[in-house]
């Protein structure tokens, strides 16, 4: 596995995650698609906040299944926390938060969360 480094854009928030970055999705339901969401999805154990505890803010909504957590200072969403179907816990790593890959390096599959 790769690890990768991301941060949000003022710094506060930082974390290492190790994925292959495949598997990302990028969603039309009503919060992902306003925020420009990719997500890569990654068992908690392949994810390290190393920065930022207290700087983050939260939002869920629907089923609250998934916490959405983003910078207090500028806002970017660097990751969520949450419960994949099956019931795991997952963290859902927003690769556009990345900081050691070049942008559009990754590609997403479109997903169609807004039926759900
Ligand atoms: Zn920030």
């Not at 919060?31 to 920065?51: E, I, M």
């Amino acid at each position: 596995m790769t690890t990768h480094q991301g941060s949000c854009q003022c710094g506060s928030v930082a974390y290492e995650v190790e994925t292959e970055l495949d598997g990302v999705i990028e969603c039309n339901c009503s919060h992902c698609y306003r925020k420009g969401l990719a997500l890569a999805f990654v068992s908690p154990d392949a994810f390290r906040q190393t920065a930022g505890e207290g700087a983050l803010s939260e939002h869920t909504f629907n089923t609250h299944k998934i916490t959405h957590l983003f910078c207090k200072t500028c806002g970017v969403q660097a990751f969520a926390r949450g419960v994949a179907p099956n019931g795991q816990p997952m963290v859902a790593v927003n690769v556009r938060t990345l900081t050691d890959i070049e942008p559009w390096s990754w590609t997403a599959q479109h997903v169609d969360g807004r039926s759900f």
